[in-house]
């Protein structure tokens, strides 16, 4: 830090007596260094009350990815946004038309075209069914489970 004079004027002006001008360094952020990639959660779920948790599939005897943990009946289902932002794939054999709704570029057209199409065994089927940019786009974001269809919900 560096001691100045401040000018009598501008003190003046502003009704303080002579003094010095304390004058510090400019501040600078820390630096972070490389982002470290983030811990795999195998089972994300949703507790109300408390918010993401991370189960270990072990843990999760009757809950899987994307579900909402409670005290009493079924588990339900994260919001189909969340699922995405959470990391969780979605299965395109078995999620209702509003999560394969969330699926960037996929809207309600999308949606019924995949449940109509289903059961879907590879990568193929999906590009056959939207088309190679389309399935280039979601690829990251879905699975191609085959256990029970659900097309029915």
Same mark, same amino acid.
């Given at each position: &830090?560096?001691?100045?004079?401040?000018?009598?004027?501008?003190?003046?002006?502003?009704?303080?007596?002579?003094?010095?001008? +304390?004058?510090?360094?400019? /501040?600078?952020?820390?630096?972070?260094? !490389?982002? *470290?990639?983030?811990?795999?959660?195998?089972?994300?779920?949703?507790?109300?009350?408390?918010?993401?948790?991370?189960?270990?599939?072990?843990?999760?005897?009757?809950?899987?990815?994307?579900?909402?943990?409670?005290?009493?009946?079924?588990?339900?289902? &994260?919001?189909?946004?969340?699922?995405?932002?959470?990391?969780?794939?979605?299965?395109?054999?078995? *999620?209702?038309?509003?999560?394969?709704?969330?699926?960037?570029?996929?809207?309600?057209?999308?949606?019924?075209?995949?449940?109509?199409?289903?059961?879907?065994?590879?990568?193929?089927?999906?590009?056959? +069914?939207?088309?190679?940019?389309?399935?280039?786009?979601?690829? !990251?974001?879905? *699975? /191609?489970?085959?256990?029970?269809?659900?097309?029915?919900?």
């Amino acid at each position: &830090m560096a001691l100045r004079p401040c000018g009598q004027a501008a003190l003046a002006l502003l009704g303080l007596p002579a003094a010095y001008l +304390v004058v510090a360094p400019p /501040l600078r952020p820390p630096a972070l260094g !490389p982002a *470290a990639p983030a811990p795999s959660c195998p089972v994300p779920v949703l507790e109300p009350g408390v918010g993401l948790r991370c189960l270990e599939p072990t843990a999760a005897a009757r809950l899987g990815p994307g579900d909402v943990s409670v005290t009493y009946g079924p588990p339900g289902r &994260m919001a189909p946004a969340r699922l995405l932002a959470v990391g969780v794939r979605i299965d395109v054999n078995r *999620a209702p038309a509003t999560e394969l709704e969330a699926l960037p570029g996929i809207g309600p057209h999308g949606a019924r075209r995949l449940i109509g199409a289903r059961p879907l065994r590879h990568r193929g089927d999906l590009v056959r +069914v939207l088309g190679p940019r389309l399935s280039e786009r979601i690829w !990251p974001h879905v *699975a /191609l489970g085959l256990g029970s269809d659900l097309s029915q919900l």
